[in-house]
């Protein structure tokens, strides 16, 4: 069974959206587990965290490793009980045209972005089903829905992770168990940082609002879909997305 306490998972959570996500759900009552590849950084979140009077773990480790994503799991339950949320996050960034792109680029992206979802949800879902109940939301992207340019690997990875909440959501919904995405634009991050300044600022021009987005504005649509007040969005992906896609 769950653990009173709002057990929380959040990958790729040492900095940028993840960051600002882990930070969010401390203060909204859970008790987060923080990872990232650097035990430093998770950390210092989950530090951060701990500071604000709010329950934190850090456990570093690889998502797309099916070994790794087994520990990270193991490393949440030990310190917080079952996960009740769990927040695929981690994520990586990669800018080539696409004749330029390698087999290694294409499936190191893959392999972060879809595998590492699919381990973390396969490790978190059993006691879920179990307990009837369980919040998963995918960090996905805008770019998943009308790509991006030197973005094609990055793009498809995202793409598929949209597909894969909205097919997991069908699955296991009457069970108890919501799945929904978040798609950000661009966002003021270390990843998109990443990417050309031409890129930057092309795409900041092309946005209605006019500007990209910060990690907290993503966190607070993070916590509405684990909240009960979005007990009826099931399958849905968000955009806080500057206006780049409107659906």
Request: aromatic share 4%; proline share 3%.
């Amino acid at each position: 069974m769950f653990d009173a306490q709002r057990s929380a998972l959040v990958t790729g959570a040492g900095s940028g959206i993840g960051r600002a996500i882990a930070l969010k759900l401390g203060v909204c009552g859970y008790a987060v587990t923080v990872n990232d590849l650097s035990l430093d950084r998770a950390e210092a979140v989950a530090g951060e965290i701990v500071s604000a009077g709010c329950k934190a773990a850090a456990v570093a480790g690889d998502v797309s490793d099916v070994a790794s994503a087994a520990a990270i799991h193991a490393a949440a339950v030990a310190a917080h009980g079952e996960v009740a949320l769990l927040v695929n996050n981690a994520g990586i960034a990669h800018q080539a045209l696409f004749e330029n792109l390698s087999v290694g680029d294409f499936d190191r992206m893959f392999a972060v972005h879809v595998r590492g979802t699919f381990l973390m949800t396969k490790a978190v879902l059993p006691a879920m089903l179990a307990g009837g109940a369980g919040v998963i939301i995918n960090i996905a992207s805008q770019l998943g829905q009308i790509g991006g340019v030197e973005l094609v690997h990055y793009s498809g990875a995202k793409a598929a992770i949209i597909g894969m909440t909205k097919a997991l959501a069908r699955e296991v919904s009457a069970r108890g168990v919501r799945v929904n995405a978040v798609a950000p634009g661009p966002i003021n991050t270390p990843l998109v940082m990443q990417l050309s300044q031409e890129w930057r600022a092309d795409k900041r021009a092309s946005l209605p609002l006019g500007r990209f987005g910060e990690p907290e504005e993503v966190a607070e649509t993070v916590a509405f879909l684990a909240s009960p007040a979005a007990s009826l969005f099931v399958g849905q992906t968000l955009g806080p997305n500057s206006g780049d896609v409107m659906l």
